[in-house]
């Protein structure tokens, strides 16, 4: 029988320590394109907006956040339904952390206001999801830590507030904008979880 393969989902990264290898890794890992793809990263991982309302985000814009210590984004999610696509959007607002803020007035030191935060390598307009999810992949396999989309981050930022709040589901819902608990269990991925422990134990057998 043949195997058919699976695509499969963006995982979070659980552990501290490997996000520090992965934001180190990124910024090591290119001399003219490394810092932005770390502090994009980091962005991504301690406020949980998603890849696709970062990429557009202008070194204007980021001064607005450092003055007011808090992110406030529109988020876009695009939602298929029978055929239909359909775009809901809703600000969210988030704390910005104290060294992220000292990190992001090094980064936009020499960059003027319109100019965007997360240039392309092709040019002046901003990287591509696609883009980043590329690059997240290469430093993961590299760093052994496998399924590290642009998705990733939001997801890390889900996982670590879901343990960090003694596994809170409804904080981790209200805190990532979800309508409903059930979303947010199949986002954090509880059952595989759960599944994944009973399975483990079955090795009492051999």
């Not at 393969?5 to 003219?32: F, G, H």
Request: charge should be positive.
């Amino acid at each position: 029988l043949k195997m058919r393969k699976v695509k499969r989902a963006s995982k979070p990264i659980k552990n501290t320590r490997d996000v520090k290898r992965m934001i180190a890794y990124l910024e090591a890992s290119s001399n003219n394109f490394g810092k932005r793809n770390a502090i994009l990263f980091q962005i991504g991982v301690t406020t949980g907006y998603r890849a696709g309302d970062l990429v557009g985000l202008t070194v204007g814009e980021i001064k607005d956040v450092i003055k007011t210590n808090e992110f406030i984004i529109l988020e876009s999610k695009k939602v298929n339904t029978k055929n239909i696509r359909k775009k809901n959007i809703k600000p969210r607002r988030v704390p910005l952390s104290p060294k992220l803020k000292v990190k992001l007035k090094q980064y936009i030191s020499d960059k003027e206001d319109w100019e965007y935060m997360f240039k392309s390598n092709k040019g002046e307009g901003p990287i591509e999801v696609d883009t980043i999810s590329k690059i997240l992949k290469r430093a993961g396999e590299y760093l052994g830590l496998y399924y590290t989309t642009a998705h990733c981050m939001r997801k890390t930022y889900a996982y670590k507030i879901y343990v960090e709040s003694g596994y809170d589901i409804i904080a981790v819902k209200e805190m990532l904008g979800h309508s409903s608990i059930e979303e947010t269990k199949l986002y954090l991925d509880l059952e595989r979880l759960k599944y994944d422990t009973y399975s483990k134990s079955l090795d009492d057998f051999l």
